[in-house]
Nanobody
Framework: QVQLAESGGGLVQAGGSLRLSCAASRSIFGAVSMGWYRQAPGNERELVARIFSDGSTNYADSVTGRFTISRDNAKNTVYLQMNSLKPEDTAVYYC?????????WGQGTQVTVFS
């Protein structure tokens, strides 16, 4: 079992930055991948960014060049640095931990970008 706790969301003006953190209750070293997803009202949950056990990453086209995912295995934490935020980035952001057997989700953190 893995508990994930997201933090760092908030209200920010367009063009601003936020850094989200996802702290896991156990080692993330063995995770197949960890990622950030988001869901805006009326929309389906979508992938934002993902980092794999080998350190490779992939991003949604809409955030490429603006967002950066990283991980700190010693702190069991994954980060999402979000720069040049846009109103369309407004959503609840969820952390995801994927093992070989299961997928775990955090409770989410709200990000609101106003123009």
């Amino acid at each position: 079992q893995v508990q994930l706790a997201e933090s760092g969301g908030g209200l920010v003006q367009a063009g601003g930055s936020l850094r989200l953190s996802c702290a896991a209750s156990r080692s993330i070293f063995g995770a197949v991948s960890m990622g950030w997803y988001r869901q805006a009202p009326g929309n389906e949950r979508e992938l934002v960014a993902r980092i794999f056990s080998d350190g490779s990453t992939n991003y949604a086209d809409s955030v490429t060049g603006r967002f950066t995912i990283s991980r700190d295995n010693a702190k069991n934490t994954v980060y999402l640095q979000m720069n040049s935020l846009k109103p369309e980035d407004t959503a609840v952001y969820y952390c995801n931990f994927r093992s070989s057997l299961r997928v775990y989700w955090g409770q989410g953190t709200q990000v609101t970008v106003f123009s």
